[in-house]
């Protein structure tokens, strides 16, 4: 059965970083796309990231602004997230996910980010 696990996440101060990471299996993982989106408390899924096949070519979100960089290592089947300077915004709970609208997803890892 497909499974996503995300780990890593945790409170920190208002500019400070954490790297999230999500292990998968049950699947081909090289042979997707995958996805981090995110869901802040009280508003729906929010897209985060893409990153291709091959690890080439990452997207982000407007809000990104090159604060996250997305990796992968599909030896391992794992994806990442590296967020760096958090800001309060920034509080959600992240999933990593295999389409780009969340439908199937992990059960994510909650960031929270407060001085």
């Known amino acids: 059965d497909l499974q996503l696990v995300e780990s890593g996440g945790g409170l920190v101060q208002p500019g400070g970083s954490l790297r999230l990471a999500c292990a998968a299996s049950g699947f081909p993982f090289s042979s997707y796309p995958m996805y981090w989106v995110r869901q802040a408390p009280g508003k729906g899924l929010e897209w985060v990231s893409t990153i291709n096949r091959n690890g080439r070519g990452p997207q982000y979100a407007p809000f990104v602004r090159g604060r996250f960089t997305v990796s992968r290592d599909n030896a391992k089947s794992i994806l990442y997230l590296q967020l760096d300077n958090l800001t309060t915004d920034d509080t959600a709970m992240y999933y990593c996910?295999?389409?780009?609208?969340?439908?199937?997803r992990g059960q994510g890892t909650q960031v929270t980010v407060s001085s």
């Open positions: 996910a295999r389409d780009a609208l969340g439908n199937t």
